[in-house]
């Protein structure tokens, strides 16, 4: 009884399923053929390859693919057409549906002819060809007619491309098939951007009216990420000031059409010719004379010169308009494209090793810097103080740092000069550089050399190159960073006198006595709390002073070493004063330990002098102006003492 009952459902389900695919593709077969009987046109507008439209009174336009690219032929010869309004026609052609249609063999019917829909004549007629055709056989060919407005006014007739029906159809095929030229013509003249440059020429016309004179031909290629100059000169250009300006030439457009200009064409005699070359393609615009009688300017473009103009390999000639700023830019491309910096490639971070000489001024050798550790991570810099001294100190790498940056922002105020004769280089100081800076890099890259040179009246000039090729452009620079390259080993020192202390070290006492004699000028005791005994008369300068004892640092070092006698202001100064500090755990070990710092100070010199000398430390430097004014309000008392009594009567 289960086996019969099992059998019949299945039967059942069988019969359901049949049933519905049969119907099913019924149904999916009706939907597509009535998809397709509403759809005009069918495979032959797949593939358009020209399309030409004509107008009453002889207007109209024809369009040609050229591989992927499409092209006006009428009325402009071989012009770029706008790739999207093209897309959105073609588009428009092959979604085009009709609303009804009614055979023409009807309309005998009832007493009427393609005629009275408005069809014969045609009031546009849309021909196009599709299809690549086989060598030697003929373009297939379809024609579509429109005609008059429906009644409603909503609609258009439209006849069949085999003549045989007519369609209802949205009257927004006769606006798709008659856009402005405006609209349908691609304005944009150069095509190549930014990302796909590989070079850049242009040529000015000569300004002799000598015949056969040659105009300023420049050219630039693009290596990598950077651009060269190539002519009129080997250099190095702006990235930025060439992508800049092929940013500006993708903004020229084409501003109007002139039927017959006068005077010959662009291309025969052009004042300008700019040629910019992308991934396998060259574009090439010919700028002619200025335009006599411009047309004004639209409201909101850009004002500039309007100039006659032509593309290469394109007969039609237009206007377009060139921004006074891009037109300076190019006429001076030899100068406004260059590189502004004396030292663009320099990377402050691979320096090695710096060397400061003046073969101008006699002295000691040439100070020498170098860069402890390896990497962009290692900071520390070493002094080597010259020639006639052996030490070596840890330099201020700060202020090294400073300078590594100076030098690769070192801009040129004026390209002197890009092929120097001798007496040019003597005269502008490069016999004797005033100053000589030697870069190395690591990896075997040979050192920079930059030689700065200066003429009588003190202009100062940069020279960029090599040890074995000094090179042949000269620039004049700013003559203040000669103020960040002093030859003198001290202005490169560290400017920490002695190491900090740990934390854990206590200034137990701070006693400050005569040189001579011994007599005590100012004496406190410190408690584990830094509360001093006797109470100071101005607190605040006592613990300016222990802030300045645990961190001794200099303003500048005197060159050489501890000297008795300090030579300032013409004289031979003797030390005045001693200054000492009780410190108490300073080795930072577990055995608690007591140390004494000592330092030797002369007389405060004026506002903001006053020298310290250690024999320990074998050095003689200037005070910080804290603790010269905290050293004056412990031993004298407040700086400013306040109005003074008026006298008796």
Known sequence: MRTKVTLVLVFLNVALFAYIFHFERAWRTEAASREARRRVLGPEAARITTLEVEAPGGTGYRLVRERDTWFLTRPLERWPANPHAVTGLLQGLQLLEHETSFAVADLARNQQTTADFGLAPPRLTATFTSGDAAPGAPARQTVLRLGDSTPDGRRLYLLSPDGTRIHVVNRTLADLLSPPLAQLRDDTLFGVRVFEARSLGLQLAPRSAEVGAAGVRVRLRREGTRWTFDAPISARASRQAVELLVNDLNTLRARSFPASPAGPAPSAAPSLRLALEGNGRLEVLYLGE????????????????????????????FTTVVPPALLETLRAAQESLREKRVLDDLDPAAVTAIALSSPLQPGPGPVELRRLGEGPAARAWQLSAGSGDARTLPADAGRVQRLLEQLATLSVERFKSDAPTSADLEEWGFN???????????????????????DASRQLYARVGTAADPGNSIYQVDRAVLEELPVVPHAWRDRAVAPPLAEAARITSVQLTEAEGGREVFAATLDAGGQATPPPRDPAALAGLLAALRAPAARDFLPGGFTPRVLAGGEERPWRYRLEAV???????????????????????????????????????????????????????????????????
Not at 293 to 317: D, H, K, Y
Not at 592 to 607: A, M, W, Y
Not at 620 to 630: G, K, R, T
């Open 290 to 317: 200025p335009v006599a009688n411009p047309a004004p300017p639209e409201p909101g473009s850009v004002p500039g010169i309007e100039f006659l103009a032509q593309l290469e390999g394109r007969p039609t000639l």
């Open 432 to 454: 004797r550089p005033v100053r000589e800076i030697v870069l190395s890099r690591g990896g075997g890259v040979p050192p920079v050399v930059l030689r700065l040179g200066t």
């Open 583 to 649: 410190i108490a755990g300073a080795g930072g070990g577990p055995t608690p330990t007591t140390t004494t710092f000592s330092l030797l100070l002369t007389d405060r010199l004026g506002g903001s002098l006053q020298y310290a000398g250690s024999r320990e430390l074998d050095t003689v430097f200037s005070l910080p102006q804290p603790v010269i004014d905290a050293l004056w309000a412990l031993t004298y008392g407040p700086r400013d003492p306040g109005p003074r009594p008026a006298p008796p009567r």
